[in-house]
């Protein structure tokens, strides 16, 4: 259940953390949830072109599974082993890119939090015997940076105390009031398809109370 604030607006749900990963449903037919998934889509488009890039360079290159010497792509060091997990993540976020709306939020969320955590555990190994991927600490900063950003992509129009009435988020968070705008916007629409219907008829008899001042 949603608590508010003393303005009204929603925030985010008792549930915590896993309430981010709730299954909601983007129907792109509508604008805010096209608006929220071309978002999500390009921000998975992005970060994996960019990683399948580095992962083919790398690879290319023809460099060892776990080689430690300075073999670099873009300043960064890499390995095959690297190179072989760029390749597979880009995939992932490019297949999320083809999917979009929730699946694409969720995976740039979860892979963001992914690249972080490897950030701050390849910086634990640096310089020793566990640095499988060969990282140095320009690869760590990278991590950090495209963690965020993946995040930031993944968290658009998601996590908010004050998210509009009309996101798809809030609807599945506030799934009452969601059906109570939905029952509210029908029947708006069938007012005002009656005034219209009525302007109609008025504008008709209207003109065949003028017609015999013409004729």
């Known amino acids: 259940m949603s608590t508010y604030t003393m303005s009204g607006s929603p925030r985010l749900p008792r549930s915590g953390p896993r309430a981010l990963l709730r299954r909601t449903h983007l129907d792109e037919h509508l604008p805010v949830d096209r608006k929220l998934s071309r978002v999500y889509r390009i921000g998975a488009a992005l970060v994996g072109l960019g990683l399948l890039i580095f992962g083919v360079l790398g690879l290319t290159r023809n460099i060892g599974l776990f080689a430690t010497h300075d073999e670099t792509v873009w ?3 890499t390995d095959g082993a690297l190179s072989w997990l760029s390749v597979v993540v880009g995939l992932l976020l490019l297949a999320g890119m083809i999917k ?17 955590l490897s950030g701050f555990a390849n910086l634990a190994v640096l310089e020793t015997d ?12 990278f991590s950090f940076a495209v963690g965020l950003l993946l995040m930031t992509f993944g968290m658009y129009g998601r996590v908010s105390g004050r998210l509009p009435h009309d996101n798809p988020y809030w609807r599945a968070r506030n ?4 059906r109570d705008a939905e029952r509210r916007h029908q029947l708006v629409e069938r007012r005002r398809r009656e005034l219209s219907a009525r302007a109609r008829r008025t504008r008709a008899e209207a003109e065949r109370e003028e017609s015999p001042h013409h004729t």
Do not use: D, H, W, Y
Request: neutral net charge.
């Open 100 to 116: 979009g709306g929730n699946f694409a939020s969720t995976l740039n969320m979860l892979l963001g939090m992914a690249f972080i």
């Open 75 to 77: 300043g960064l060091n």
């Open 175 to 178: 799934p009452e009031a969601g």
């Open 130 to 141: 566990a640095n499988i991927l060969n990282f140095r600490m320009q690869n760590v900063i």
